[in-house]
Nanobody, 116 residues
Framework: QVQLVESGGGLVQPGGSLRLSCAASGSTLRIYTMSWYRQAPGKERELVAKITPTGDTIYYADSVKGRFTISRDNAKNMVYLQMDSLKPEDTAVYYC?????????WGQGTQVTVSS
């Protein structure tokens, strides 16, 4: 089972940028579809972006399309989420997720707050 640890969250002004990182251990990421989810207070967890094992297919939620970029480095067992043009509505806890044959793992989450 893979263990995931997110980092890179923080407080940023509207229009700013953050880069989230997800470090994996316990297993190679090469076989996993990797995703970023987020959960805002009082709301359900939602899928933000997803990338297949080789990176050939990427999905973005409409709300982040054109502003966020998901990427992965399988050699380093890392997944990233570059977030640009951040908006207050992007404020949430962001979670990294791995999935292989319906075996899913979650990180502990990292808080992103967009506020002036």
């Amino acid at each position: 089972q893979v263990q995931l640890v997110e980092s890179g969250g923080g407080l940023v002004q509207p229009g700013g940028s953050l880069r989230l990182s997800c470090a994996a251990s316990g297993s190679t990421l090469r076989i996993y579809t990797m995703s970023w989810y987020r959960q805002a207070p009082g709301k359900e967890r939602e899928l933000v972006a997803k990338i297949t094992p080789t990176g050939d297919t990427i999905y973005y939620a409409d709300s982040v399309k054109g502003r966020f970029t998901i990427s992965r480095d399988n050699a380093k067992n890392m997944v990233y989420l570059q977030m640009d043009s951040l908006k207050p509505e992007d404020t949430a806890v962001y979670y990294c997720n791995s999935n292989y044959n319906d075996q899913s793992s979650w990180g502990q989450g990292t808080q992103v707050t967009v506020s002036s």
